[in-house]
T-cell receptor, first 112, second 114 residues
């Protein structure tokens, strides 16, 4: 079946630290990959996406590269801000299917 | 673009009661999805519509659950004879046709069963 595995959290960083959040997946065919973010008190928002191998998605200083050989889509940011504190979800849509399969999510807290 | 709207934001009810939630998608989006999210977990797919047609239902959607999208616009999700295990956040999302299209989520309806 299809599944997404995220690293265990929570993660606490100081402002301006480097961020990596690991995500690996199992899927049939060639999935599209997504990162969603949920800020406190708000709904899920699409952060970035990649639809084929070696694609790099980027938004708001965050980046993730679709690595087919390692079935990974790790999220990175060079310098986090307090405003990046949120829950981050890695997700996939497998092939022609429409439904999203999510990881468990990880809580990021950035302290000043 | 007013985004995906869900109503109510919170619902508290006694076990055994019926509840109904509403979702208004982004107006030009043909696809509408329902997900359920419990504490500490990612959202889990329940069902989705292409216009008014319900194209897929998860095994999570027991016989007590029913979803409709009668005119291909707003959708309702009804839970009959609610149980403690139904307590969760119910999320609605919508998207354009084609794959992969990003899904845009509403703020959810939080259901609490007493």
């Amino acid at each position: 079946g299809n599944s997404v595995t995220q690293m265990e959290g929570p993660v606490t960083l100081s402002e301006e630290a480097f961020l990596t959040i690991n995500c690996t997946y199992t899927a049939t065919g060639y999935p599209s990959l997504f990162w969603y973010v949920q800020y406190p008190g708000e709904g899920l928002q699409l952060l970035l996406k990649a639809t084929k191998a070696d694609d790099k998605g980027s938004n708001k200083g965050f980046e993730a590269t679709y690595r087919k050989e390692t079935t990974s889509f790790h999220l990175e940011k060079g310098s986090v801000q307090v405003s990046d504190s949120a829950v981050y979800f890695c997700a996939l849509i497998p092939g022609a299917n429409s439904k999203l399969t999510f990881g468990k999510g990880i809580t990021l807290s950035v302290r000043p | 673009d007013t985004g995906v709207s869900q109503d109510p934001r919170h619902k508290i009810t006694k076990r055994g009661q019926n509840v109904t939630f509403r979702c208004d998608p982004i107006s030009e989006h043909n696809r509408l999805y329902w997900y359920r999210q419990t504490l500490g977990q990612g959202p889990e797919f329940l069902t989705y519509f292409q216009n008014e047609a319900q194209l897929e239902k998860s095994r999570l959607l027991s016989d007590r659950f029913s979803a409709e999208r009668p005119k291909g616009s707003f959708s309702t999700l009804e839970i009959q004879r609610t149980e403690q295990g139904d307590s969760a956040m119910y999320l609605c999302a919508s998207s354009l046709d084609g794959n992969p299209q990003p899904q845009h989520f509403g703020d959810g309806t939080r259901l609490s069963i007493l």
